[in-house]
């Protein structure tokens, strides 16, 4: 039931249904402060970045 309500205010567009669609909170809870777990990707190490940046050139090279 909980779910149908959801999808339902999600298609008449309703200001609850785009907080849902957007995963933000619905119940007038602050969003500036709290509740940031879980919404930014975060930070990657260089390390890390320059190993995917390396693998994905590899493959464009070998199409060529």
């Given amino acids: 039931k909980i779910k149908s309500d959801v999808d339902l205010m999600k298609d008449i567009r309703s200001w609850k249904g785009v907080r849902h669609s957007l995963g933000l909170k619905v119940r007038g809870q602050r969003t500036r402060t709290t509740g940031r777990s ?12 320059e190993a995917a940046r390396a693998a994905q050139r590899k493959p464009a090279e070998e199409k060529k």
């Fill in 38 to 49: 879980g919404k930014a990707v975060g930070v990657k190490k260089k390390v890390l970045m």
